[in-house]
């Protein structure tokens, strides 16, 4: 039986990955061949033998739905990090696959659920395919994302019992951030909570310098009516954080502007930077890597070195959810 559930909201969610190494990780920038409004207006029930439709090099594909994840797994995570992080890796991709599937198809691509694009949905490489790039490691590796994904087979996060929007990214600050200072929209288990080891993601603190000239020039296609004579230092005023430590707003050259969309003008790594001058430069150092919100990858590295399973890990990083099978929610 089908279900009409009515949520009432709209959101814009921005998804964009990464890459690191071998890893992708999903991330959220603003641009526009990035955006997607996922307005939720339908739900069908889904098992977990379910069969998704996948845009693979833009030619839909039936794949199972466990097969789909092990894809996406093996595309977003280092299969060397702790089996119970890559357990939290494998719900949180079904999670966002079932959203997607209960959502309806996207206008992108109407003759499927999910594509592999990573700036759209999710990366998605087959395992095996993937596996010829691991080396010595290979078998090991396979195992190792074969049992994270089975262990954990049709289980989701779920909030008021509807699976969530399971947006992570590689690495957050000493908090995440919320998706109310990111994106605008307030998503009650988005919110900001402790964050450890991030700094273990080798790009968590990185500074990217410009010249002055480089700046303008990239500014003045961007953002034309920012006003960028005088001397660099007099260019960013009146700056707005998150509680998390990431721009919300500020104003560049006398025009405000959002962190994520000058996170994505200039290709910074996160947010959450500062910036100091000189008399012909301008330089942002960066904490974290990605858009801090939800999971953080190295932040479930952590947890699981510290003997936490993947459940605790997920429900720590989603405030106020609860993980259940498909076939729980679909009762
Ligand atoms: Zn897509």
Redesign the pocket.
Known sequence: MRKIISLGIVLTIFIYLLPVGIQYINDNSKSSFMQ?MLSVHASAEIKDDEMITV?VDGKAEQISLEDYITGVVAAEISPDFPVEAIKAQAVAARTYAVYKMRAGR?D??PDAD??D?FH??AAYTPLTEKAASWGDNSENYQNTILQAVNDTKGLIVTYENQPIIAVFSAASGDMTESAKDVWGSDIPYLVSVESKGGDACSKYKETITFTADEFRNIIQKAIPSADLTGKPETWFTNSERSSAGGIKTVKLGSVQVTGTDLRETLGLNSTNFTVSTSEDSISFHTIGYGHGVGLSQYGAKYLAEQGQTYDQILTHYYTGTQIKSLDEISE
Do not use: L
Request: proline share 0%; hydrophobic share 10%.
């Open positions: 997607d845009s996207s992108t691509h999910v594509c694009d759209h949905c």
